[in-house]
């Protein structure tokens, strides 16, 4: 079946690091994967939809010069959380469908819990 | 924007009963209609999905009913087991690159 894979798995690192995650599709090609944050008990709250070979679309709220995307092949995808302070501490997870086109479900990576110190 | 409505928010059963979670959706596009399982500190899983064109589905003890006209749909487990312990989300999207709109999520506890 489809896989999505994500790493690291886990960040702890200081406030006013940079913090780079990755989103890979092993075995499809995704034009398009969603970014998502995830507080503890709570929801899955969309951050972005990254576009391959184009610029990402934000949610409302979402500061896009914090969570950088870069979305350079069909496969990958990045978010970039600069200068992460505390309140960035979070489990953040990405999904891809397999096709573009349809009603396919979609696939998330293990997600990745940063911790801001 | 599709709104996504989950209920309840915690559900405990007695192993062996059956459980029922309720969603609700404000956007008449949506068209499919999927539904996750999540594990403490795991990705969540797709159990089971619904198009627009079925009104209701079942795999094995787990079935989802959609009621377009009412713009709601459910998720049903029978024979509840402890393992079926976990938060669950439902979600909605319409065709293409859309994302997935989720619910707030249901806390369930099987009681052994």
């Known amino acids: 079946g489809a896989v999505v894979s994500q790493h690291p798995s886990r960040v702890i690192c200081k406030s006013g690091t940079s913090v780079k995650i990755e989103c890979r599709s092993l075995?499809?090609?995704?034009?398009?994967m969603f970014w998502y944050r995830q507080f503890p008990k709570q929801s899955l709250m969309l951050m972005a939809t990254?576009?391959?070979?184009?610029?990402?679309?934000?949610e409302q709220g979402v500061e896009k010069d914090k969570f950088l995307i870069n979305h350079a092949s069909l496969t990958l995808s990045t978010l970039t959380v600069t200068s992460a302070h505390p309140e960035d501490s979070s489990f953040y997870i990405c999904?891809?469908?397999?096709?573009?086109?349809?009603?396919?479900?979609?696939?998330f990576g293990d997600g990745t819990r940063l911790s801001i110190l | 924007g599709e709104n996504v409505e989950q209920h309840p928010s915690t559900l405990s059963v007695q192993e062996g009963d059956s459980a029922v979670i309720k969603c609700t959706y404000s956007?008449?596009?949506?068209?499919?209609f999927p539904w996750y399982k999540q594990e403490l500190g795991k990705r969540p899983q797709l159990i089971i999905d619904?198009?627009?064109?079925?009104g209701e589905k079942k795999d094995q003890r787990i079935a989802v009913t959609l009621n377009k006209t009412a713009k709601h749909f459910s998720l049903h487990i029978t024979e509840t087991q402890p393992e079926d312990s976990a938060v669950y989300f439902c979600?909605?999207?319409?065709?293409?690159?859309?994302?997935?709109?989720f619910g707030k999520g249901t806390r369930l506890s099987v009681i052994a």
């Open positions: 999904s891809a469908r397999v096709q573009e086109s349809g009603n396919q479900p979609q696939h």
């Open positions: 075995d499809f090609q995704a034009t398009t």
């Open positions: 990254s576009n391959e070979g184009s610029k990402a679309t934000y």
């Open positions: 956007d008449s596009a949506s068209n499919y």
């Open positions: 619904i198009r627009s064109n079925v």
């Open positions: 979600a909605a999207t319409y065709s293409g690159n859309t994302p997935l709109v």
